[in-house]
């Protein structure tokens, strides 16, 4: 993650750094609008001094993670441990690196997600992240650098043992920083029926992760809902929660009335 943003930030992948600018562009226009208001899974949930601790947390986690990450994957190509595929990929062929590394990365996350909601594993790497119950942006990256590395391993562990073309890491890199960012960001962006097709259920959802963070003791995939299924941890009322959120969000904004429209109103109720 360190080191996509660090090719998104010095134009080093154009691509994904003009994709960059307009996730950021629209973020500005949500705001301003009010669409991201009416979207927030907890609309009360922000507590400016947990934002603080977060962005402490955070600053430190970078600076240790990126040693960390960054030393193990120049060891890794070192000892020669790291090739890429520089051959031309087909579509198909990239589609199916991708699709492995997301579904194995899923497998690595949920299971070593559970073990650190176990103690001594909690209270020694995983607690710092749970300080927020209600998760914003930030939380994203306020992590014990321990846990980064535990997470953030998996890529150069992944790329050792199976030689990938570069091409696929185009896709690769890109996904670990929208899915972080995504779905601890507190707000719901999918549409009502995400949850009732079963081609895109089980696939998570901000709310899917928020709920992990509120309720602690369930839904803990990083990309899917599969293994929280299959093991009985997604929170039972999750696709109710989920369905109250939508529903809040198809509701009509009111619009506030002009001066003139405000007068007549007045005047309406006084004569009545």
């Known amino acids: 993650m360190l080191q996509t943003l660090k090719d998104l930030a010095t134009w080093q992948d154009p691509l994904n750094s003009w994709l960059a600018l307009f996730l950021i562009a629209g973020l ?3 705001i301003a ?7 927030k899974i907890q609309p009360k949930g922000f507590r400016w001094k947990t934002f603080r601790n977060e962005a402490i947390f955070a600053a430190i986690n970078l600076a240790f993670s990126g040693i960390l ?15 890429y595929n520089q ?28 073990w650190m909601h176990k103690e001594p594993a909690y209270k020694l790497v995983h607690k710092l992240h749970h300080f927020s119950t209600s998760p914003n942006l ?25 030689t990938v073309h570069q091409d696929t890491m185009m896709l690769i890199g890109p996904t670990n920083v929208i899915m972080g960012f995504y779905v601890h960001s507190g707000y719901e962006f999918f549409p009502r ?22 309720y602690f003791n369930w839904n803990f995939g990083g990309y899917t809902t599969i293994w929280d299924r299959v093991c009985g941890t997604m929170r039972p009322k999750f696709e109710a929660d989920y369905d109250k959120i939508k529903a809040r969000t198809a509701q009509p904004v009111p619009v506030a009335p002009d001066g003139a429209a405000a007068a007549l109103a007045a005047n309406e109720v006084a004569s009545s």
């Open 87 to 114: 051959e031309p990929a087909s579509w198909w062929v990239m589609g199916l690196e991708f699709a492995l590394y997301f579904f194995l990365f899923d497998t690595w996350f949920y299971w070593l997600h559970r």
């Open 28 to 30: 500005a226009v949500g």
């Open 138 to 162: 930030l939380t994203t990256l306020s992590v014990n650098p321990l846990e980064s590395l535990i997470n953030g391993g998996f890529v150069p562990l992944f790329v050792a043992a199976f």
């Open 33 to 39: 609008s009010g669409f991201f208001k009416a979207r």
């Open 69 to 83: 990450l960054g030393g193990m994957t120049v060891a890794f190509r070192s000892w020669g441990w790291i090739e």
């Open 193 to 214: 029926w995400w949850n009732r097709s079963w081609a895109t259920k089980w696939f998570i959802t901000a709310t899917f992760h928020d709920q992990h963070h509120k």
